[in-house]
């Protein structure tokens, strides 16, 4: 359709129009705000936090209930009650999914400071990936020890510790940086108080989580816990997540261990994350399995 110049000059004094009376509206009629919450800015030195800004409670017009929608909203940080402009996303929930995804991608693609292993008393290690773009591509490869870092690991074969410790970078290496010492301290203050053995701890550049099975392998560890990375998603690339195997062998089926996901500053805390660790360990020695078995999850015991 073809506007004449008349008719577009129109269009645009009633937008004008428009623009301005929404800007004189009462300060009533603006929706009601999440209260904000601290994070540290996205880029900063080491790492960056993925906590947005806290959009409206709602933008949905002319709700039905609407005095449900701000406790619908504070039960979770899903995108709901977003409202639409037509039947297309509003620009500002638009643009805050396209920061979540920037999020995401910075954090697969970040790397864990070379002397991060050193400061916090870990055996460095990695697997055979040579580079990130490997690790991306070929995922067996970071379920595997390099040479050099297999032998480093059999010196300590004969420690046998009740718990293995293990960090490793995974597909959230930011994750590591921004939450992984808090989380690290506290498991091993968590474990300790348990009166587990927890011997030589390891970090893993270019890590899967299968990786922890030949570790635990290696050194005759009667459990392993591993602090990864985890796979992020729209605006969650700072969440680290917990996994737990007794009786660690090869190839270890995913059925076998327990998880604890989500640790970050608004999920799990590092705290709960290392009780949580503690409880169902607890429960696996008892049982002499982990995983599925144990019956710990959503709607269990």
């Known amino acids: 359709m ?40 996205c880029g900063a030195a080491e ?19 609407e005095a449900a929608l701000p406790r619908l909203v504070a039960l979770t940080s899903s995108q709901i009650a977003m409202g ?18 920037a999020d995401a991608r910075d954090a697969v693609h970040s790397e864990v400071p070379d002397d991060w292993a050193a400061r916090h008393d870990l055996l460095a290690l990695r697997t055979r990936c040579r580079d990130r773009h490997h690790y991306l591509l070929f995922p067996n490869e970071g379920r595997r020890l390099d040479d050099v870092s297999r032998a480093a690991v059999e010196a300590h074969a004969a420690s046998a510790p009740d718990v293995q410790i293990i960090v490793g970078d995974g597909l959230s290496p930011n994750a590591i940086v921004q939450n992984g010492a808090a989380t690290l301290a506290a498991l ?15 970090y893993v550049k270019y890590a899967r989580i299968a990786v922890a099975d030949e570790i635990g392998v290696l050194t005759r560890a009667r ?28 190839g270890q089926d995913n059925a076998e261990k327990n998880c604890i996901s989500n640790v970050r500053p ?11 660790s503690v409880a169902i360990l607890k429960r696996a020695f008892m049982n002499g399995r982990g995983g599925v078995s144990l019956g710990i999850g959503w709607g269990r015991a």
């Open 2 to 41: 073809k506007l004449d110049e008349s008719t577009l000059q129109s269009i645009v004094e009633a937008v004008v129009r428009q623009l301005a009376l929404e800007s004189a509206a009462p300060a009533s009629a603006a929706p009601v705000s999440a209260a904000p919450v601290s994070a540290a800015p």
């Open 47 to 65: 790492g960056h936090a993925c906590t947005a800004d806290p959009r409206p409670v709602h933008a949905v017009e002319r709700p039905v209930f």
């Open 84 to 101: 639409r402009a037509g039947n297309r996303l509003r620009t500002d929930d638009y643009l805050r999914a396209r920061e979540g995804h």
């Open 188 to 202: 091993r203050g968590a474990l300790a108080d348990a009166g587990w053995r927890t011997g030589v701890g390891c």
């Open 223 to 250: 459990a392993t816990v591993m602090l990864v990375g985890e796979r992020p998603g729209l605006g969650t690339g700072d969440s680290l997540s917990v996994y737990l195997a007794v009786n660690p062998r090869m």
């Open 266 to 276: 608004i999920g799990i805390s590092g705290a709960e994350a290392a009780e949580g």
